[in-house]
C-alpha cells in the first residue's frame, strides 16, 4: 500500500506592502535618471556620427559610413529604450513605470531641438541621423508604453 505523503510546506510569499515602497521609490528614480542619461548620450551619438558623416568626402565610402552609423545607432536607441522600459517595469512594479525613463527623455530630446542663447543647437534640421533616433525612441517608447497598458493583469 502506498504511504501518503504530507504535502511539501509552503513557500514563503513575498513582503508586500510599505516594505517595498522605499525600493520602489528608488527603483523609479534610477529609472528616471536612466531616462535622461540615455537621451544625453543619444544626443551626443547623434551630434558626433552626424559631423562625421558631413565630414567625410563624397562618394560610396560616406555613403557606408553613414548608413553603418545610422544602423547602428537607431537600433542602439531601439535596444537602450526597451532595456530601459524593462528595467522600469521590474523596478517599479506598476504597468504605469514606462512613463518614468520616457518623460526625462522626451524633455531632453526636445531642449537638444531648441536654440540656446549662444546659439547652440544639438539637434539641426539636417541631422538626418539624430531626427531618426528619436522617432525611433519615440516609437520605441509608445510602443512600450501601449503594451503594458493593454497586456492582462498579472495575477
Known amino acids: 500500500m502506498p504511504v501518503a505523503s504530507e504535502p511539501p510546506p509552503a513557500e514563503p ?12 521609490v528608488v527603483g523609479g528614480v534610477v529609472a528616471c535618471w ?10 551626443l551619438f547623434a551630434t558626433w556620427a552626424w559631423e562625421v558623416v558631413k565630414g567625410w568626402p563624397g562618394g ?3 555613403g ?3 548608413t553603418s552609423l545610422a544602423v547602428g545607432g537607431i537600433a542602439a536607441v531601439v535596444v537602450l529604450t526597451v532595456l530601459l522600459a524593462r528595467f522600469a517595469h521590474i523596478a517599479v512594479g506598476t ?4 512613463a518614468l525613463p520616457a518623460l526625462p527623455w522626451f524633455v531632453v530630446i526636445v531642449a537638444g531641438g531648441v536654440r540656446t542663447a549662444e546659439g547652440d543647437l544639438a539637434l539641426t534640421g539636417d541631422n ?7 522617432v525611433a525612441g519615440a516609437i520605441t517608447f509608445a510602443v512600450l508604453g501601449f503594451r503594458q497598458l493593454v ?5
Open 13 to 24: 510569499s513575498a513582503p508586500s506592502g510599505w516594505s517595498e515602497t522605499p525600493l520602489r
Open 34 to 43: 536612466a531616462g535622461l542619461l540615455a537621451a544625453v548620450l543619444d544626443l
Open 60 to 62: 560610396p565610402v560616406k
Open 64 to 66: 557606408v559610413v553613414g
Open 95 to 98: 504597468r504605469w513605470a514606462v
Open 128 to 134: 538626418l541621423l539624430g531626427l531618426g533616433m528619436m
Open 151 to 155: 497586456a492582462p493583469p498579472v495575477r
